[in-house]
């Protein structure tokens, strides 16, 4: 499979606890984006990656989140303490340059807080 | 100010007609793209077409076409010939120059399409 990889695709936690995800982007695309989805809206940014570094981050990205992307390669987007508000679909693009194409997407992990 | 605007949360079509989806966006950067996504209930967006600013013709993938007004700041995907299986959410969205060029795409809200036998 070629395409963009996320693990877990499901994760249901407690209040409080950590979650991290995991993206595996296609291997030549050198950005990397991090988007969050909540029912009935489209996808809000969260960070963007280019190659291994992160060069911009969405005021929605408080400090209780945070995204490494080691080497270029994959990336993780951990939740510390999380919160119900939390609870949404995390998706992960990426894309070579600024090619004649949108960003490619995984299928994206859904997070549900109780 | 919303930088995508689509204004139809909902649009029924019946199957093998053609179907118009709207897409207005905001910019005062000359150089952008557009893009148009679909997301069925699985939940992965799968993407479908691009339209760069500077592109003289509108863009075509197969039953996809972008219908692109620049002067009018719309870029509406008309479906040809639909199928059930286009059934699902619409995104429209846009990257633009933002600062230290990172051109990161903005999405709107989307319209839900439904394709009726």
């Known amino acids: 499979d070629t395409g963009v990889s996320q693990n877990p695709r499901h994760k249901i936690t407690k209040r409080g606890q950590n979650v991290t995800f995991r993206c595996d982007p296609i291997?030549?695309?050198?950005?990397l984006y991090w988007y969050r989805q909540t029912l009935g809206q489209g996808p809000e940014f969260l960070t963007y990656f280019q190659n291994e570094a992160q060069l911009e981050k969405s005021r929605l990205l408080s400090d209780r989140f945070s995204a490494e992307r080691p080497k270029g390669s994959f990336s993780t987007l951990e939740i510390q303490r999380t919160e119900q508000g939390d609870s949404a679909m995390y998706l992960c693009?990426?894309?070579?340059?600024?090619?004649?194409?949108?960003?490619?997407f995984g299928e994206g992990s859904w997070l549900t807080v109780v | 100010a919303q930088k995508i605007t689509q204004t139809q949360p909902g649009m029924f079509v019946q199957e093998k007609e053609a179907v118009t989806l709207d897409c207005t966006y905001d910019?005062?950067?000359?150089?952008?793209?557009l893009f148009w996504y679909k997301q069925p209930s699985s939940g992965e967006m799968i993407f479908l077409i691009y339209q760069g600013s500077y592109d003289q013709q509108n863009a075509t993938e197969g039953r996809y076409s972008l219908n692109f007004q620049k002067a009018r700041k719309s870029a509406n995907l008309v479906i040809s010939a639909s199928q059930l299986g286009d059934s699902a959410m619409y995104f429209c969205?846009?990257?633009?120059?933002?600062?230290?060029?990172?051109?990161?795409?903005?999405f709107g809200r989307g319209t839900s399409l439904i394709v009726h036998p």
């Open positions: 969205a846009m990257r633009e120059g933002r600062s230290g060029g990172s051109y990161i795409p903005t």
């Open positions: 291997s030549e695309h050198n950005r």
């Open positions: 910019t005062s950067d000359p150089s952008y793209g």
């Open positions: 693009a990426s894309s070579l340059g600024l090619g004649g194409s949108g960003p490619i």
